[in-house]
């Protein structure tokens, strides 16, 4: 556990445990000088606790790069709830969370994120006040989506030369919070969409509201398309999948797509361009920041439309130094931190 704090340059390393509830929870915070750490809450099924301490620990890193290159005063933070095998009392376990959040006294600020909702941090907030998107400040998610949809049209730009959407084949890997909303910017934008999620009823709604062709969750990679938009979990893009894409570019809402810093390179050998998560998938993170911080929508919206930019920026340094685009992200957001 020490060896993947050091080599994630997490900090600390937070648990809970709470028989009543059934709460197994862990809040791992990378990099606390920046301010205080604000990241998402997952409440999903892990095989065991090492990989749920592996998920918040590596999402926490993400969360740093998220809001340093970002500009956002935030360190990176990230909680992870065990599902439990048995349907617990949701609103006792969200509880129980948000006192574990507050005994970190601010130095972490928890959100929704995979598996949890607004409704499980008005729970939270009934013990704390560092939590984020309630039910009264709103989802992030259709955020997430304006700036993956921002990101998308600059991936576009850089890879096809034109960051018009319209014809072009986007494909989609899950249809949650973010991905759905994205669906439906790209549907305005006139982009055809293939689109795929473990939940079929999701794939229903899509294909009512955006006319989007169904793909089975098995095939969506390797459909031929202009865009993958991972928007389910992460690590998706491995050794096993990386060779079935038939995309021009790999542009998406979900945390750590690429199982490894490695793929990036695979996918720049093979011509695929790809936008870096923590880049493209910051509009959230940026609504929460700077709502907590009492904002206007416009200033919102105005620091959301600049993800496009960022991408752009990072494109062609990718161009020039001839990496891809992960590794020029990463660097750049490993020297703004040392340097912060
Ligand atoms: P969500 O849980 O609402 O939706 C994820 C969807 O993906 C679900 O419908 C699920 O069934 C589907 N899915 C999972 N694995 C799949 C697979 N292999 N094939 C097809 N469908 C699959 O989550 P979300 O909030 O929409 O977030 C999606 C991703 O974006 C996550 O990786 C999350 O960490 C990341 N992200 C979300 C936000 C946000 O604001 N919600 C912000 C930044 C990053």
């Known amino acids: 556990m020490f060896a993947l704090l050091h080599g994630s340059r997490a900090e600390t390393l937070h648990l809970a445990c709470d028989p009543s509830t059934g709460l197994r929870a862990v809040i791992a915070i990378h990099h606390a000088r920046m301010g205080p750490a604000l990241g998402g809450c997952r409440y999903l099924t892990y095989v065991d606790e090492e990989s749920a301490i592996e998920d918040a620990i590596q999402l926490a890193r993400n969360m740093s790069y998220k809001a340093v290159l970002a500009g956002l005063p935030l360190s990176g933070g990230k909680a992870v709830i065990m599902r439990p095998v048995h349907q617990p009392d949701r609103a006792a376990l969200f509880e129980a969370f948000g006192r574990f959040v507050e005994t970190l006294q601010g130095r972490y600020i928890t959100a929704v994120d995979s598996g949890t909702c607004s409704a499980d941090m008005d729970r939270v907030a009934l013990h704390t006040r560092h939590v984020t998107s309630t039910s009264e400040e709103g989802d992030p998610s259709p955020h997430t989506a304006l ?43 006139g982009a055809e969409l293939l689109v795929s999620d473990l939940d079929n009823r999701k794939v229903q709604r899509a294909m009512q509201a955006f006319n989007a062709h169904p793909v089975a969750c098995e095939t969506l ?68 920041a700077l709502q907590h911080r009492g904002d206007s929508a416009a200033t919102i919206a105005a620091h959301i439309s600049r993800i496009g930019l960022r991408l752009t920026e990072v494109y062609a340094h990718s161009q020039a130094h001839k990496r891809s685009p992960a590794r020029i992200a990463q660097a750049l957001a490993e020297h703004l931190l040392n340097v912060g």
């Open 147 to 189: 700036g993956v949809f921002a990101g998308i049209r600059a991936t576009a730009m850089a890879r096809l030369g034109s960051d018009n959407l319209e014809g072009l084949r986007v494909g989609i890997q899950g249809l949650g919070h973010v991905g759905y909303a994205l669906a439906g910017h790209l549907h305005a934008a």
């Open 221 to 288: 990679l390797g459909t031929p398309c202009d865009i993958l938009a991972p928007c389910g979990l992460g690590k998706v893009l491995n050794c096993a999948t990386l060779m079935q894409l038939r995309c021009a570019a790999v542009a998406g809402a979900a945390n750590n797509p690429l199982s490894s810093l490695e793929m990036a390179d695979q996918l720049e050998r093979r011509g695929i361009l790809y936008a870096p998560d923590y880049i493209i998938n910051c509009g959230g993170l940026i609504k929460v």
